[in-house]
Nanobody, 125 residues
Framework: QVQLVESGGGSVEAGGSLRLSCVSS????????VGWFRQAPGKKREGVAS???????KYADSVKGRFTISKDDAKNTLYLQMSSLKPEDTAMYYC???????????????????WGQGTQVTVSS
């Protein structure tokens, strides 16, 4: 059974930091392309960061320089370190895994096969 479980969300003030984790069972993350997405109320889900099959990270312009995506193969866990958080970062954050052969650039949710249930991040001004 495939399962991705996020944790680490919460409420922080602007300028603060959070680290999201995504533990995978049934999906060996070292063999998949992975990514983080977020969805704010009333908005479409958008790609935040991804790691491709060559382990190259990619970031949305809105988070570049503030967020860092990484994965620990031994723990089968994906991370998103978020710093200098802004109120506009408030959203539900989801991790996702994809068969790399299906991935074009890693930013579209249609490219991903498996999803977590999400963890809420709220940033107050």
């Amino acid at each position: 059974q495939v399962q991705l479980v996020e944790s680490g969300g919460g409420s922080v003030e602007a300028g603060g930091s959070l680290r999201l984790s995504c533990v995978s069972s049934g999906v060996p993350l070292n063999q998949y392309c992975v990514g983080w997405f977020r969805q704010a109320p009333g908005k479409k889900r958008e790609g935040v960061a991804s790691i491709d099959g060559d382990r190259n990270p990619k970031y949305a312009d809105s988070v570049k320089g503030r967020f860092t995506i990484s994965k620990d193969d031994a723990k089968n866990t994906l991370y998103l370190q978020m710093s200098s958080l802004k109120p506009e970062d408030t959203a539900m954050y989801y991790c996702a895994a994809a068969f790399c052969v299906h991935v074009v650039d890693g930013t579209s949710e249609e490219e991903y096969n498996y999803w977590g249930q999400g963890t809420q991040v709220t940033v107050s001004s």
